[in-house]
């Protein structure tokens, strides 16, 4: 049965509750970790469009994505985190560029290029939990 748009909004919607409710009662790690879940999932639905011919530029995936990114590095602890924190922000702003990249170019290998990255520190942020 193909989805139709009243299933997709009810989706969304109930993903929307799920995560509301699972952040009121997150630590900061976990609330960071929740953060890659949704820059993978954002990232993800770009590539997939990309894969598919569509555009991805001025689309609700692209915007999310560079606020999370731009959010992470604005949210970083330089006093606290010294030489991590001033990797990350070097490595969010990497992140951002190759996903400015990939979106100008519409190019789905881009879009996989930068999952990569964002699997890879979530991967570790998950290890601190």
Same mark, same amino acid.
């Given at each position: 049965? @193909? ?6 909004? !009810?989706?969304?919607? $109930?993903?929307?509750? *799920? +995560?509301?409710?699972?952040? &009121?009662?997150? #630590? @900061? ?6 953060? $890659? %879940?949704?820059? &993978? ?5 770009? &590539?997939?469009?990309?894969? *598919?011919? *569509?555009?991805?530029? !001025?689309? #609700? @995936?692209?915007?999310?994505? =560079? ?5 992470? %590095?604005?949210?970083? %602890? ?13 490595? $969010? ?6 996903? %400015? ?7 789905? #290998?881009?879009? !996989?290029?930068?999952? #990569? ?9 998950? +290890?601190? =939990?």
């Amino acid at each position: 049965m @193909p989805a139709t748009a009243s299933i997709v909004r !009810a989706t969304g919607t $109930y993903r929307r509750l *799920q +995560q509301e409710s699972r952040a &009121e009662g997150a #630590d @900061p790690v976990e609330l960071v970790a929740m953060l $890659y %879940d949704e820059l &993978e999932t954002a990232v993800g639905v770009l &590539e997939s469009m990309a894969r *598919q011919g *569509q555009r991805v530029s !001025a689309t #609700d @995936p692209a915007h999310r994505a =560079r606020a999370i990114l731009i959010g992470l %590095d604005a949210n970083l %602890d330089h006093s606290a985190g010294g030489d991590v924190a001033a990797a990350l922000s070097r490595v $969010y702003r990497s992140m951002r560029r190759k996903l %400015d990249e990939a979106i100008a170019a519409n190019r789905e #290998d881009g879009f !996989a290029e930068v999952l #990569d990255g964002i699997r890879t520190i979530a991967e570790a942020w998950r +290890q601190l =939990r």
